[in-house]
């Protein structure tokens, strides 16, 4: 949620497991759990109007980093995607849209390699 915090500092995070390694976490009870999710959504509803969508600056640079070297491999076929290292790539898109779309055929792509 720190992360998420340093770019979107008006969004509500709720913590329902915390990791303690690879395969293990401590986890909420599930009503416990949605109690907070429904108090998070609560005050995040609260903030909507107060909210002012920033108008995005184009051309955006989109910034991916794959799974694998693998996926980054398959990613690298389409024109517009370059290659930054092993497992990063990155294009350019005009709108938002755009981006989304282009996103939306990595992921598609991803699926041959599953």
């Known amino acids: 949620m720190a992360e998420a915090a340093a770019l979107f500092p008006n969004a509500v995070g709720v913590a329902v497991k915390t990791a303690h390694g690879h395969r293990s976490a401590t ?8 109690a907070a999710i429904e108090a998070g959504a609560r005050t995040a ?39 930054v290292d092993a497992a990063t790539l990155e294009f350019s898109s005009p ?6 779309r282009v996103l939306n055929s990595l992921s598609a792509m991803s699926f041959m390699l599953r």
């Open 27 to 34: 986890s909420l009870s599930s009503a416990a759990a949605c």
């Open 45 to 83: 509803a609260q903030r909507t109007a107060t909210l002012r969508i920033a108008p995005q600056r184009t051309p955006l640079s989109v910034r991916v980093q794959a799974a694998s070297p693998a996926y980054a491999d398959l990613f690298a076929m389409l024109p517009l995607v370059r290659r």
């Open 95 to 100: 709108t938002m849209r755009h981006a989304v």
